[in-house]
């Protein structure tokens, strides 16, 4: 899973598919349902630990065969596999502004609706109006408005157990020329505060209430800080990055993490990152 992963990190799966519709979606897990096979799904893999152990069962990934969008007025359905960056790039071209914040953001749309990405004061419940997907019993569902329960890094996709196939956003008229320039702002101030160029998960714990994950961090003196190839980004405290080969390593420096921030400051920080899969039986 290394190779599908932004961490580069995790063991092989059993099996792993890679649908081009929504029609496929249904099929595989109704087929995988039926025999009882386990199914992760998995979009651009920016926001996920993966164990040594690997994944049992069958990992659907929405990639290349799913990423189709589609701009009518002021309405933009991307499949689940459509990059971000692909579907802000597309608004701005067709002069559509709202999506600039998740032009900077390495995921699927798919992996976005589930996530509520956000960033720089833009989060995709704003833009999203509704998504499409398949429900663990197989049914196919549209969930629009107040359904879709967004929340901080939360949404109802991510409680119910929703594979989602095509998200659909809402977005307003604008200058192309403005949308562009204010994309590559946000992409300037990323790169000037982020590590982009070590492998990482983004912010590897959410933020607390009241206070930043990176500040804290950095408070506590854990810039740098490494458990073998896992470290705290010197960069920027909130990025755990990895520089070797071990997700155990990269979990135990979560925990550590936890920990020293916890009996320093009071503040239980919770992972943004899902952790899948087992770990390594020696
Ligand atoms: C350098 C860097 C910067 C980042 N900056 C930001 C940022 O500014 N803001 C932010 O919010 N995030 C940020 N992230 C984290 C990440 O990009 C987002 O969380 C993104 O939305 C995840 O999308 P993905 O397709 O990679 O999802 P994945 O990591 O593949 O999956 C994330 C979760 O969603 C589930 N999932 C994915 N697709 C689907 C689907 N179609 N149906 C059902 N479940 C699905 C997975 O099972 C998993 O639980 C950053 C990551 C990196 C590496």
């Known amino acids: 899973m290394r190779d599908y992963t932004t961490l580069k990190l995790g063991g092989p799966a ?29 979009g651009h893999g920016s926001n996920v ?4 152990g690997g994944i049992r069962g069958l990992v659907i990934r929405m990639g290349r065969g799913m990423n189709r969008i589609e701009v009518r007025g002021r309405t933009v359905t991307a499949q689940a596999g459509a990059m971000m960056s692909a579907v802000a790039a597309a608004a701005a071209e067709a002069g559509l502004a709202g999506l600039e914040f998740a032009g900077g953001i390495p995921g699927s749309v798919g992996g976005g609706a589930i996530m509520n990405a956000g960033a720089y004061g833009g989060e995709m419940r704003q833009v999203i109006s509704s998504v499409t997907g398949i429900m663990p019993d197989g049914r196919k569902l549209e969930l629009t408005g107040t359904e879709m329960a967004f929340g901080y890094r939360k949404s109802a996709m991510q409680e119910n157990g ?19 320039a204010r994309m590559a702002e946000l992409n300037r101030r990323r790169a000037e505060s982020q590590p982009l160029d070590v492998p990482s998960a983004g912010s590897t714990f959410k933020r607390p209430e009241g206070a930043y ?54 503040i239980r920080l919770e992972p943004e990152i899902r952790i899948m899969g087992e770990e390594e039986t020696k």
Not at 49 to 52: A, P, Q, S
Not at 162 to 180: D, H, S, W
């Open 162 to 180: 929703m594979t989602v196939t095509q998200v659909t956003f809402e977005l307003q008229e604008g200058e192309p020329a403005e949308i562009r």
């Open 49 to 52: 630990l993966v164990l040594d």
């Open 213 to 266: 994950a990176a500040a804290l961090i950095d408070q506590c003196g854990l810039k740098g800080y490494a458990v073998g190839g896992a470290k705290v980004s010197p960069k920027h405290a909130g990025f755990l990055v990895n520089t070797g080969e071990s997700a155990a390593d990269y979990l135990e420096l979560v925990r550590r993490v936890q920990r020293i921030v916890e009996e320093r400051t009071g």
């Open 14 to 42: 059993d099996w792993m598919a890679l649908p081009a519709s929504g029609e496929e979606v249904a099929a595989m897990t109704a087929e995988a349902r039926e025999n009882g096979i386990p199914v992760t799904i998995l």
